[in-house]
């Protein structure tokens, strides 16, 4: 008689007080072979914290806050498959001078910079990973409107992979929203962010080399057009 196995199998919703258990479980699933990754929008490292994570190289746009390197994560300095992963993390809505995470998040003015942060990121990110890349957002309510991030996310990343994600995390961390300035409330309110993951396989992704005039398509193919 066959016995039976137990098997654990990871869940998509994550409650944790970091996002380091998210990333593990993960890069364990899909990434259990990558040995470089680079974090284009590294901040102050808290992504990583909580787990044991292969080598990273930081790189940030604010010199204070670039541990490897100075680099703008829309136009970033390395050659094609340059790490075997990939991951962005940028700020996901514009500054605000009643929000008090301005100084962990960016000073981007608006919203529609955030969105112009995301889209090239997500295509220098698709660019410069071999294996695959994680891309964290979240939706929010901006100026009394909902803002679906997450869908955008996707519709970006399948412009600059070819491909639609492989998987999605959710991560409800708990923490409090900073921003108490409503006078009504007319959506519900948003904590949870999403991890948006790509796989890569042999010639399934477009492939984009960047310089310092632009970005332009080299991979055979004419990428789809950009949906700002």
Known sequence: MMQATTMFWHHSLFRC????????TLFG???????TVL??????????????????VGTDLDPAKARD????????????DSFDVAVLDPPFRAASSNWA????????????????????GIKECARVARLGMVVKC????????LRHLRWRVILWGNEACGSFPEDIAVFASGARIMCDNWATQQHLRRSESFFVLWKFGEGEKWIYSSSRF?????????????HE
Do not use: C
Not at 17 to 24: D, H, K, N, R, T
Not at 39 to 56: E, L
């Open 17 to 24: 007080a970091a996002s380091g258990p998210v990333l593990e």
């Open 29 to 35: 699933l899909h990434f259990p072979e990558a040995e």
């Open 39 to 56: 974090d284009a929008t590294w901040g102050k490292g808290v992504f990583w914290r909580g787990w044991n994570a292969p080598p990273v």
């Open 69 to 80: 390197a100075i680099a703008d994560a829309t136009r970033l300095p390395f050659a094609d």
């Open 101 to 120: 995470l301005n100084e962990d998040y960016g000073t981007i003015e608006t919203m529609k910079g955030v969105y112009r942060l995301y889209e090239q």
């Open 138 to 145: 979240q939706d929010l309510v901006s100026s009394g409107v």
């Open 214 to 226: 632009g970005t332009t398509e080299t991979g055979g193919r004419t990428p789809p057009s950009s």
